[in-house]
């Protein structure tokens, strides 16, 4: 339970919480830890697996159709009907096991992937530094942060340097927020604590050491995302739900209509009610929430074994609408492994002293990892010089630059590498290569000669200087009369399949747009390489100058963005989407803004925390081939999804209306209700199994996008044709053969459920039927349902279900009239595809 100095615990210093958490600078002991997350049930051994299966099955009983469902067993029951009560129960049962299974194995791919991705925190327990997942950390914990660490808890900090934090998810400030070890007053405002770390922050730059005060709901986080929880439904999930209570609008019209209806023709009140209860049953898409949650968790898995982790299942059907592709250079376009060229003076040539310089800086460094310096690291200097590290200035996105303040054995050194414009101007001096220091103005210009030179040859270009100091408090605010000293000259090279991938992504119709902080000259010499002839280059200077509405239309026509600012990675991804639907990778914290504003968020499983966290899909590899992959996926699961939306608006609602229409001129009913329920148990199974289907390649090249006209089209033109066909059933049954009730019920019975399984195999392509192969398992349980089906009035209880042996002349001519059914039904839907421009 949280206590009163807990809500305002910035104004104690952290001996204080060390006493009341029972910790210490080195952390909780592992035993302690445990016993804490144990008491408040969040130990992974006292979470109840039966529990939460429980209480998933009693889910599915939930909906309004399965509770009426379940009144008309109880209704049932008081009047004696054993055999409507068994059939129903078994009906209801059966579905809802059906569904239970289902939803638990897509849960598990869920859970899974959750796993992978879940946010890991550095702690110290038992005064040793561990990894371990953020959902266990406890109050008292000491945590360590970096530049990208995401904070998992409210905090106080007990060491930092130079710690800078983004509170722009809490406060509301775009600027980073400096933080440093303080006591405050009590009625301190949230901005000015900056003794604390909020959960749901993340560190900008710095590093620091910081002790756990509040976790969970306890949090500022916890407490606004428990009152504002809920998840943002995407294009798709917005367009199903919406048609999902369309069609059950009609359906609840319809069987009331239908129910008053036959009580005016003075046909029995229960039986009445109950032909009203199953229609409504059949016609509703009560699969609709299910098949969209399963379609996404095979997808979800399929992906996985393609090397791309979902982090948020509604944004597979998104993923399947992208049709442009945003991305850095490094790691995608390039190999993401630097390779140091060359280290130069200012007069560009090979200096060891610079070498020395630029080897101290990167590996004295204690900020987070980067390719740069994981690269300097592996220099191997000609001299062995002792050297202390006495002091640091980390990196960040508004100096560019990483200082280090060194001790050698003759002098104290602080020595700045970074961003070229960055590091010029903070230098007064210059070292040339014969030893001697000058005036930097009279070389300025050479300078940035010899920059662009490097860049048009396909260099990327840092820069570094130094200057002797005496004190050792070390600040941003002696980053000043610094002597410039030389370049580092990088190369990543292009990876050899890229221009492979490029065309892959243009069959898809995805086109491919870099957005990239480095010089414009690497910019263009890297698009020249990867085949983009006469590249289009926009700078982030340029795009200061551009108004909102010349982006819209100039951004169309770029290729690369180049030398900008994170900010503006944000305002290209919003000027983009006006006419694309756009995904961005990206992994480094300047990325965040612009994974938030895509339509898909992409990050790699080595990224900071925080965008990691920010993205839709976590790419095992930073490789674009595997993201072709993953648009595949998401357009396989757009399309299985839609196959039973198809299903559900043509063939089952003209079938359950014509029912309906029928009822009403029959001097009794078409389709008992226990038939009724029983022709939707039957095509359950197959339609489940919609999700696994093939998808035809030419779907796949297209993206996939929601179109209510086009499926209220389909509506109308297949539910038409379905009730024609339901209409000659009729005519054929009951004016031609002359059957009675029993005979009747049984043949239209078959013929229902025949053609709504046979329609799948029809409605899953947009070519004809045969030119198209479906998955093993819709093939293979559809079968199996169609021989039960034609075998039911065999069975020896069949009398109790309303079903009688046909003649063979009857069911002859049922499964002729199924036959016409399905091949006109196949050459209608090539026209329609082929109409709507979906062929």
């Not at 059907?317 to 200012?346: F, H, M, P, R, S």
């Not at 840092?462 to 000293?485: G, H, L, V, W």
């Amino acid at each position: 339970m949280q206590t009163t100095t807990e809500n305002r615990f910035w104004q104690f210093d952290t001996n204080h919480w060390f006493q009341l958490f029972n910790s210490s600078e080195k952390g909780l002991s592992q035993a302690s830890a445990d016993k804490i997350l144990i008491e408040q049930g969040l130990h992974p051994k006292s979470k109840s697996i039966f529990k939460k299966d429980f209480l998933l099955f009693v889910s599915q009983f939930k909906s309004p159709l399965m509770l009426l469902l379940i009144g008309a067993v109880i209704i049932s029951g008081f009047l004696g009907d054993t055999s409507d009560v068994l059939i129903i129960l078994f009906i209801v049962l059966s579905t809802g096991l059906l569904s239970f299974f289902q939803e638990r194995n897509a849960g598990k791919v869920v859970e899974k992937l959750q796993s992978m991705i879940s946010l890991k925190a550095t702690v110290l327990r038992d005064g040793l530094k561990q990894e371990i997942a953020s959902s266990l950390i406890v109050k008292g914990d000491v945590i360590i942060l970096n530049a990208g660490d995401m904070l998992p808890a409210d905090c106080r900090i007990i060491e930092s340097n130079e710690l800078y934090a983004n509170e722009a998810s809490l406060t509301g400030e775009s600027y980073p927020v400096r933080k440093e070890v303080s006591v405050l007053e009590d009625q301190t405002e949230l901005i000015k604590r900056t003794n604390c770390l909020w959960e749901g922050t993340n560190i900008v730059s710095g590093n620091a050491k910081a002790l756990v005060i509040q976790t969970g709901e306890e949090t500022i986080f916890g407490s606004i995302a428990k009152s504002a929880s809920g998840t943002i439904e995407t294009t798709f999930e917005k367009g199903i739900k919406d048609f999902g209570f369309f069609l059950m609008k009609i359906t609840l019209t319809l069987a009331v209509f239908i129910l008053v209806v036959n009580l005016l023709n003075h046909k029995g009140i229960i039986e009445s009610a109950l032909f009203a209860l199953a229609l409504a049953v059949g016609m509703a898409p009560e699969l609709l929430p299910a098949i969209t949650t399963i379609a996404m968790s095979a997808g979800a898995k399929r992906l996985l074994d393609k090397k791309v982790i979902v982090k948020k299942l509604n944004s597979i059907q998104n993923l399947g609408e992208v049709n442009l592709l945003c991305t850095d250079k490094t790691g995608t376009i390039t190999e993401g492994c630097i390779i140091v060229a060359k280290i130069v003076d200012g007069s560009g040539q090979e200096s060891e002293f610079v070498k020395q310089l630029a080897f101290w800086n990167a590996s004295l460094e204690a900020g987070y990892s980067n390719p740069i310096d994981d690269a300097l690291k592996q220099l191997k200097l000609t001299t062995n010089i002792s050297v202390e590290k006495i002091g640091e200035v980390p990196y960040d996105f508004i100096r560019k630059r990483l200082s280090i303040a060194v001790s050698t054995e003759k002098e104290k050194l602080l020595i700045s590498k970074g961003a070229f414009p960055q590091i010029l101007s903070i230098c007064t001096k210059i070292k040339r290569g014969n030893e001697s220091v000058e005036d930097i103005a009279a070389h300025k210009q050479g300078l940035e000669t010899m920059f662009v030179k490097y860049g048009t040859d396909g260099l990327r270009a840092i820069a570094i200087c130094y200057k002797p100091i005496e004190s050792t408090n070390i600040s941003k605010d002696i980053e000043k009369d610094m002597i410039f000293a030389g370049f580092i000259l990088m190369n990543d090279p292009v990876k050899s399949d890229i221009i492979a991938t490029i065309d892959e992504l243009s069959k898809l119709k995805v086109g491919l747009k870099i957005i990239t902080g480095d010089n414009v000259n690497v910019a263009k010499s890297i698009a020249l390489e990867i085949g983009i002839k006469a590249p289009v280059v926009m700078t982030g200077k340029q795009l200061f100058s551009t108004s909102p509405e010349a982006l819209k239309q100039l951004v169309k026509k770029t290729h690369i963005f180049a030398e900008v600012e994170p900010q503006q990675k944000e305002r290209i991804i919003l000027a983009l989407k006006q006419t694309y639907t756009v995904a961005y990778i990206g992994d480094g914290i300047n990325d965040v803004p612009a994974i938030n504003a895509a339509d898909v968020g992409i990050s790699v499983e080595n990224a900071v925390d925080v965008t990691r966290e920010a993205a839709d899909f976590v790419l095992m590899e930073k490789n674009l081939m595997v993201l072709v992959d993953g648009i595949r996926e998401g357009r396989k699961t757009f399309a299985n999804t839609m196959k039973y939306l198809f299903i559900s608006t043509g063939s089952t609602f003209g079938n359950m209306c014509s029912v309906a229409a029928a009822s009403l001129v029959l001097p009794f009913l078409p389709m008992l209700p226990k038939q009724i329920l029983l022709t939707n148990f039957l095509t359950d199974l197959p339609f489940l199994m919609v999700t696994t289907d093939n998808v035809d390649k030419e779907q796949l090249e297209r993206p996939g996008k929601w179109n209510l006209k086009l499926i209220r089209s389909y509506m109308v033109v297949f539910g038409v044709h379905s009730s024609l066909f339901d209409l000659i059933t009729f005519m054929t049954l009951y004016f031609l053969l002359k059957v009675k009730e029993s005979e009747f019920q049984t043949g239209w019975f078959i013929e229902s459920v025949l053609s709504e399984l046979l329609i799948v195999f029809i409605i899953r392509t947009h070519k004809n039927f045969f030119k198209s192969r479906p998955s093993k398992y819709l093939f293979i349980l559809s079968i199996i349902a169609l021989i039960l089906t034609i075998g039911l009035p065999y069975f020896p209880f069949a009398n109790d279900i309303g079903l009688t042996p046909l003649p063979i002349l009857n069911l002859v001519v049922i499964l002729l009239i199924v036959v016409a059914y399905i091949i006109t039904a196949d050459l209608l839907k090539v026209w329609f595809f082929k109409r709507h421009n979906y062929a």
